[in-house]
């Protein structure tokens, strides 16, 4: 029988893309201050308008110069300065098309995105805004998420995770103010991809299909490198309890290039922050034989006495890879010894490519790592 209790955020959703202009809105280096920027088409042509109300066109090739003058823009071509204004918009007017943006302060790798895109002076630095097709952003996730180099049933996995956490990202934020970073805060997006066609397959593959929970409500489905052999429940890392993302014993983890890790911390930090963090620290604390620290299994806290503090924060604290770790003195300094990377929560990226090398199916990477769940196209929810 067919599902006719439909959760609301699937219904915004809807209306949003099925209904809307299938295009969603991407900061982009949202994570730096830019102050100048080149930008070319390399495919297509494009029109520029101003607030000024100039257009000026753009054939494949033309390099354009963007540079912050306190609140506005100056631009300039090779050849003349075209002025300074407070935003640029720019519209391609060709069926295929491209750019690439290399920003010159900082310097940084320059990256090619399909679709349009949007320049403001914001704040003393660039906002730059990519209004690309949906499935176009997803390839370009996929890939910057998981690397070139990964079986195709991986792919499609991921890039039904990477939907899925897309969209109930948006229903939360509001359909008509919602905008998308470009960096781990929301999924890493670094342009098109372009180095293995096989991931773009993937996402035509799975085009519209989402993961649901019993109630049919977008799941936060997150998703980490490496689980170390044991995926973590929600409520230990995030404080809220799902009924999907629970904690598992996880053997594709294993024998991983992210499985294990070692790091240190010298012992005087260690007792720095403990203090900091409200331990009662005397002179038996600080002996050697008080500060190994066994986990064996995932656990939630540190404990010293009556003391304790999250091993999140620890993680936070002093850079680590995961909050699963052990700890064991070594002359002035605390050797770290760690199993995984990342949070630990949801689909173990690296165990779930070890699921594909072993012919499983991408439907079964999913229920693996998320429990209670079903994968749905959401164009049958609205039949």
Partial sequence: MKTTILSILLIIYVHLFAAGSNNIKVELFNQFNIKTVMVSPIE??????TNKGKAY???KNNIIYFTLIRDSISVWDLNKHLGVFK????????????FKIEPA???LTARIYEGDFQIKANDEKFEIVNTVPIESYLAGVVEAESGPNAPYEFYKSQSIISRTYLLELITRQGTEIYRIGD?????????MSLKNPIIKQAVT??????????????ITATFHSNSGGQTAN???????????????????????RNTHWKDSILIKDWLEFLTENGFNISNDAAKIDNLSFKQEIRQKYYSYKDDTVS????RSQFNLRSTWFSIEPKGNYLVISGNGYGHGVGLSQEGAMQMARQNYSFLDIIYYYYKNVKVINYNLLVQ
């Fill in 183 to 191: 960096d781990v805060n929301h999924q890493v997006y670094k342009g």
């Fill in 311 to 314: 091993l999140r924060k620890i």
């Fill in 205 to 218: 593959h799975t085009r519209g299909l989402v993961i649901v929970d019993t109630t049919n409500q977008l």
């Fill in 234 to 256: 929600s409520e230990d890392v995030w404080l809220t309890e799902t009924s999907y993302l629970k904690g598992a014993n996880d053997p594709f983890s294993l024998e991983q």
């Fill in 87 to 98: 935003w640029i918009k720019f519209t391609s007017i060709s069926k295929e098309n491209a």
């Fill in 57 to 59: 066109k753009l054939k």
């Fill in 44 to 49: 297509g042509k494009y029109e520029f308008t």
């Fill in 105 to 107: 302060y900082p310097a």
